[in-house]
């Protein structure tokens, strides 16, 4: 997660996470159904949200 600033419990408990993107959580031990995605804010470092995608034949539901 390059690029993100990562700030204690008080900042995140502040921050209004205007600015957020999505990330993929890289484990050893993956899903063969699909991959989760964050949604993390870049200022703070907290995850606001996420989502499981499923594969299809040849791409994302």
Same mark, same amino acid.
Do not use: P
């Given at each position: 997660?390059?690029?993100?600033? &990562? *700030?204690? /419990?008080?900042? @995140? !408990? !502040?921050? +209004?996470? *205007?600015? *957020? $993107?999505?990330?993929? +959580? /890289?484990? @050893? !031990?993956?899903?063969? +159904?699909?991959?989760? +995605?964050?949604?993390?804010?870049? $200022?703070?470092? /907290?995850? &606001?949200?996420?989502?499981?995608? $499923?594969? $299809?034949?040849?791409?994302? *539901?």
């Amino acid at each position: 997660m390059s690029g993100i600033n &990562v *700030k204690g /419990k008080i900042g @995140q !408990f !502040f921050c +209004r996470h *205007k600015n *957020k $993107e999505w990330f993929i +959580r /890289k484990s @050893q !031990f993956s899903s063969l +159904r699909g991959e989760r +995605r964050l949604h993390i804010c870049t $200022e703070c470092g /907290k995850e &606001v949200g996420s989502y499981f995608a $499923e594969y $299809e034949d040849t791409g994302y *539901k």
